[in-house]
């Protein structure tokens, strides 16, 4: 996302969360290492920045925040705000945040809005496409994602041959596609390799200026990892990182990446 | 199961699964250790054995099912029709498995009406009963399995504070609630000891005969490892094993195991 903006030539400063952020990635940007909860710290930096536009890149595993927080004066005096967001599932608590931000005068905008170049198309994005069966399991995976969304858990599941094989929730996608190797080392799934497919895809009715899903380069490793046959998300409202590093590990792997549509979406 | 019929008065012969049965557990019985995909073999033994009622216990984890099997010839007979049930998930192929068993002259039976007395029944198993705010998450739980119920995959999910944490697919309760007390250890999850609830619920249209949601022991120590508050099951539709080690690890460990009613169920 920083790097399609400078291209845009619009000056761009992190503030990278210390634990999360890859320390090599914020490098080559002005950056201030911060701690969830020190609104007050951000917002000094921001003004005396002359920052104006927020935008927030990659998710929060939300059970982690309450903990992981170290307020600030500001933050406190928001903070009975902030709680009552907190109950409920990641689209309250990310609802008011925006409206906070706003509130202090920023306009919160999504990546894709400021950086469209990094959303992933409709098609294979490498030299892989999808078959026929792949496109069942996305069809499938599509449905499961609009079925959990109200529960405002993951984004992601893994199909295979017509079966949900994994749900991801609070371990991450990452994670999940780690299980799926485990399973399948353990015999406990035994479909061959280059079987499934990872499907990435919004909740419905999500904010899309937190959390639309991503893709990186992890990903790929992680679901050839799990022996799957690719990974779909859909197109318009997923981001890639990395894309050319992506597309070699895919390539390489024999792995597609696809940008679908949501219509594939099978019922049940 | 086994023990419950002979307090009752019947005979029991025991199909132990090769790999999957616990050898202890079958010692007492007489049995005959098995393959998947025997049927040919178990046609006679059980026809030489005088068995009639054919009772299923414990799941399959299907994915693995094809590639476990070592068929005979009787079974290879019936495969284009077993291979036709597999495709499309369990209820659909236990529902298979059934028919075949019934045309030879078997009458299927479930574990919950030949020994009702291993049912839960409702209110609290042991000495701790859930509180106010396991109720909501039992509550939410029981939706979000509503939600999934058509994509015929896991039965369980961990809910806390009214956060979906994990949905079960293919790696099984015990695996899922080992999830949890990872990220709970990694700091992924940080929520007090004793906060969140397993809920367990058979899948809506469920053929009851297979599957039965079941607890035993092993469940018990698995949610208090992943430090939830408790275990909740619909009363009168989930087995319990070994019930009295299982209230005694349970009060032990400061876990509430309850039977509740399906209406709990919150809409979402």
Known sequence: VAES?????????????????????????THYWSNLGQFGRFLRIARKEGCRDVIFIGSLVRPAITQLITFDWETLRLLPRVARQFYGGDDHLLGGIARIFEDYGFRLLGAHEVAPDILVKEGALGGLWPKARDYSDIARGLAALRAIGPFDVGQAVVVA???????????????MLARIADLRQSGRIRLPTGTGVLVKAPKSGQD?????????????????????????????????????????????????????????????
Do not use: M
């Open 5 to 29: 903006l400078e291209r845009n030539g619009r000056r761009v400063v992190l503030f990278p969360l210390r634990g999360w952020a890859d320390a090599k990635a914020v490098e080559r940007y």
């Open 161 to 175: 041959n017509n079966n949900v094989l994994a749900l991801e929730a609070a371990e991450g996608t990452d994670q």
């Open 208 to 268: 899309r200026r937190f959390d639309l899903p991503s893709i990186g380069p992890r990903t790929i490793e992680g679901a050839a990892e799990a022996g799957l046959a690719g990974i779909a998300v859909i197109a318009g409202d997923a981001i890639v990182a990395e894309p050319e590093l992506v597309i070699r590990i895919a390539d390489r792997a024999g792995l597609f990446v696809a940008g679908v549509r949501e219509e594939l979406r099978a019922e049940t």
